[in-house]
């Protein structure tokens, strides 16, 4: 039986590759709905994109609830430097025929999940946790009927993104993600210590796009700037694939591996805001609230990445 699951994104490049491996992938996951929210790019275009992947992946019956507009507490800090302007830099999507629902993201999260059985569905979080935060916060009762929230989110031995200390989906709203670290939820945590091992390289660009679908020629367009133009970080060999690592964990949990650690966040400091502070040692004998996967298998992660999106239109 697939899991059933609700999308929480910002596409956001990597974010849109995650969603189309969802689609690609009906015997793990049953996705209920994509809920946008602000972040790589604002909201509008958050929501859009969304709208246009499901349609490039032929599912435009997945309804697009948007969600919040804005962080918690802070202003939002978006990535137009990474994603560009529409935030699916590279791509050029026909503007969806299905526009996002009239429903806000936070309230379509409590309606299903009250309408789902007890402990049946999984918020796979690809941007900043503030739709889930608020969700929790506005419908507690919605919290024992999670199955597990897995989210693309942190950053240990790799330090971090945005700042020298953090990743962006926690920096972009940390009080947020002191939320879902306090709520006492099944929390898996796919930190940049996982996603730094997942590089588009160009021999992998190569297979994606000798794949020939809509779908690889989309994810090839998004991520071959490395594909004749000087690398865009120097001291790797490709660009990171953050998001896809949230679905491919519920198509093969034997992808990763980790360990279940005690996670906070730095929500005061002027410098270390949004750290996630990984108790990876054990040392401070606080509750272990996260399972932290740090351990990657690159080659069968692509290969995986490559056998799903050969399968879409
Ligand atoms: O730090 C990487 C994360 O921030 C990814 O989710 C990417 O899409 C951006 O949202
Ligand atoms: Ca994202």
New binding site residues.
Partial sequence: MPRKIIIDT?P?K??AVAILLALAAPEAVEVLAVVAVA??VPLARTAANAAALLELGGRTDIPVYPGCAAPLTRPLVT?EHVHGETGLNGLELPPPARAPEAEHGVDAIIRLLRAEAPGTVTLCL??PATNLAMALAKAPDIAPRIAEVVW?AGARSEGG?VTPAA???VYTDPEAAAVLLASGLKLTLMP?DLTHQLLVTRERLAALRALGTAAARATVAMFSEIDGTPQREREREGIPL??PTVIAHLIDPTLFGGRQINVEVETASPFARGMTVADWYGVTGRPANALWLNAAAPDRFFALLEQRLARLP
């Fill in positions: 910002d956001g990597d974010d972040g790589n990535a690809l941007g693309m993104n990743e962006y989906n940049l953050h998001d």
